[in-house]
């Protein structure tokens, strides 16, 4: 089971449809995007020292919120979502959403309110992971982000590189290397 599986079956998508206002199918196709866009930004970080470290400090604060089943998604904090999409995309993470909300697939999808919602969760989904291969969150780790990187590439199917992952046809690995300087 891939990532963007994962993060399906913690959510009650019919909940969040009614929450965006549109149909259950255009809301599983956008949880499906913000998940790979979110888990290829937080790959791309853990690339550095730095960036690996800062993801293992926000598992740590977001581990046990991801437990068996579904999440309650009015209990998930939107506040904190925007200060991890702000970890994760810097400066651009109004342009990541403005990307997202434009394509096609997910006409009527407002990914400014979505992200938010999604980033706790990607988050709280990563940690568990950690948990479960490496006995506790915080540790894993490597120069590279070795540890928390794999975590994150087999969440994004498997691939370790951060290139072309895509969801529902968009390039989330383009998307992202275009407004972070690589490919244009």
């Not at 790959?43 to 550095?48: D, G, L």
């Not at 740590?60 to 200060?83: L, N």
């Not at 590279?144 to 072309?164: R, V």
């Amino acid at each position: 089971m891939d990532g963007n599986d994962e993060i399906l079956n913690s959510l009650p998508v019919n909940e969040i449809a009614a929450k965006l206002g549109v149909d259950p199918s255009v809301a599983r196709q956008a949880i499906q995007e913000g998940g790979a866009t979110i888990l290829t930004g937080l790959q791309r970080n853990a690339q550095t020292p730095e960036g690996s470290q800062s993801i293992l400090n926000a598992l740590d604060k977001h581990s046990g919120t991801i437990g068996e089943g579904t999440v309650d998604v009015d209990s998930v904090d939107t506040a904190d979502g925007q200060k991890i999409l702000g970890h994760i995309f810097g400066d651009q993470q109004q342009a990541v959403a403005q990307k997202l909300t434009s394509e096609p697939q997910t006409a009527g999808i407002d990914f400014g309110k979505l992200l938010p919602i999604l980033a706790p969760i990607v988050l709280g989904l990563i940690a568990k992971k950690q948990g479960s291969t490496s006995g506790g969150a915080g540790s894993g780790t490597s120069a590279g982000g070795g540890g928390i990187g794999d975590i994150i590439g087999g969440l994004l199917g498997g691939s370790g590189s951060g290139g072309g992952s895509s969801a529902g046809g968009i390039d989330i690995g383009g998307l992202l290397g275009g407004l972070f300087g690589g490919r244009k």
